[in-house]
């Protein structure tokens, strides 16, 4: 299932979108001197990676995919 993100830093008065999402995760790094980032993983297999002060909105086509997700785990 596909579907977009909006997102903007604070102080930005536009939202930009990213659309054709079919994953995203959070990425810490090893060593503790970087920021952690937000991923993206789009359709056509290309990776987003964006810091974790961004804002981000999710549409309602995530909540629905994690939903199912989970109703079919407690399946097995």
Not at 6 to 35: C, E, I, N, Q
Request: net charge positive.
């Amino acid at each position: 299932m596909q579907y977009t993100v909006s997102y903007k830093m604070p102080g930005w008065w536009f939202w930009r979108r990213l659309r054709g999402v079919v994953g995203d995760d959070v990425l810490y790094a090893a060593s503790g001197h970087t920021a952690p980032m937000r991923v993206f993983t789009l359709a056509d297999k290309r990776r987003v990676e964006l810091p974790c002060t961004m804002m981000i909105r999710y549409d309602a086509r995530r909540h629905r995919a994690i939903e199912d997700d989970i109703r079919r785990r407690a399946g097995k």
